[in-house]
């Protein structure tokens, strides 16, 4: 197994047509947006379309890189 040597982490900020934002709620910090750490090997959009999936469930696409 290769271990990462920089931890990267993307989150999402999902809105439906009418303007809501996702919020998933986890067990220690409460609701937040969702997202994580990349996987080694992951890109930016794959890991944070992935997170996205894992935490709620729901199949996004990406707009656009809000920033880094």
Same mark, same amino acid.
């Given at each position: 197994? #290769? ?10 900020? $999902? @809105? *439906? #047509? *009418?303007?809501?934002? /996702? ?5 220690? &910090? ?8 990349? *996987? $080694? ?7 944070? /379309? &992935?997170?996205? /999936?894992? @935490? ?6 990406? &707009? &656009? /890189?809000?920033?880094?």
């Amino acid at each position: 197994m #290769k271990f990462p040597t920089h931890i990267v982490a993307a989150a999402g900020c $999902v @809105e *439906d #047509k *009418d303007g809501n934002i /996702l919020l998933v709620k986890t067990h220690h &910090r409460g609701w937040e947006i969702p997202g994580g750490q990349i *996987d $080694v090997g992951e890109n930016l959009e794959e890991g944070v /379309l &992935r997170e996205i /999936l894992e @935490e709620s469930g729901i199949t996004a696409t990406v &707009r &656009r /890189l809000v920033g880094v």
